[in-house]
Nanobody, 122 residues
Framework: QWLVAESGGGLVQPGGSLRLSCTIS????????IGWFRQAPGKAREGVACFSTGDHSQHYSDVVKGRFTISRDNAKNTVYLQMNSLQPEDTAVYYCATNRVCSWAAPRYDNWGQGTQVTVSS
């Protein structure tokens, strides 16, 4: 059974940065795409970034492109999400999950973690 654990969330002021970590136990990262999603209160879960298997390409939603960077450390079985220039609208619970290929459709992903709260506020 795979164990997915997100960490690194917290309270940050607008314009600040955070780095989230997604550590997955029991699987080989190189065989799966890892997606980062977020869900704000009253809103649907939305994909923000994905690290693809195979060509190791990175994909970003339009709302975070240029501000967020996804990376992967296979030795640590960890995927990171570096978030810069954070804005109040980035406030949400952030989740990571696994899939065979990158997709923005959350139902296609498996092995969700419990999430980590990110709050952007002055």
């Amino acid at each position: 059974q795979w164990l997915v654990a997100e960490s690194g969330g917290g309270l940050v002021q607008p314009g600040g940065s955070l780095r989230l970590s997604c550590t997955i136990s029991g699987m080989t990262l190189d065989y799966y795409a890892i997606g980062w999603f977020r869900q704000a209160p009253g809103k649907a879960r939305e994909g923000v970034a994905c690290f693809s298997t195979g060509d190791h390409s990175q994909h970003y939603s339009d709302v975070v492109k240029g501000r967020f960077t996804i990376s992967r450390d296979n030795a640590k079985n960890t995927v990171y999400l570096q978030m810069n220039s954070l804005q109040p609208e980035d406030t949400a619970v952030y989740y990571c999950a696994t899939n065979r290929v990158c997709s923005w459709a959350a139902p296609r992903y498996d092995n969700w973690g419990q999430g980590t709260q990110v709050t952007v506020s002055s």
